[in-house]
């Protein structure tokens, strides 16, 4: 899994990172860093994932910097079912946001 780190989320690994959901309608929930380059510090990233995808973000660690030519990030677990998550990150990918991830298991803590 540490391998997750270091690489862009893709459809294979993307699977990979609630594997450990039985059903499809079951909840989970995985913690992500999502990289947010300047051209999209004014958009809604995060609010498209709770509309749009029905999706429970909890914010843990954000750093954005309006006034720099730097890329912001921010560290969230999304919470749903498989199919929900799923296509949240799908709906990540198509913007070309630089995601890394590693599942949420009792007792883990972020890594980079």
């Known amino acids: 899994m540490a391998a997750l ?9 993307r699977l990979s990172l609630v594997s450990s959901v039985k059903e499809k309608s079951q909840v989970t929930q995985i913690r992500l860093r999502i990289y947010i380059p300047i051209s999209y510090l004014q958009a809604p990233v995060i609010s498209q994932l709770i509309s749009a995808y029905g999706l429970v973000v909890n914010i843990i660690k954000a750093m954005l910097q309006l006034n720099t030519n730097k890329e912001g990030y921010f560290d969230i677990e999304l919470r749903r079912t498989v199919s929900q998550i799923s296509r949240g990150l799908a709906y990540l990918e198509s913007l070309n946001l630089r995601i890394v991830g590693k599942p949420n298991t ?4 972020w890594f980079y």
Do not use: L, Y
């Open 5 to 13: 780190n270091n690489q862009k989320i893709n459809s294979q690994t």
């Open 106 to 109: 009792d007792g883990d803590s």
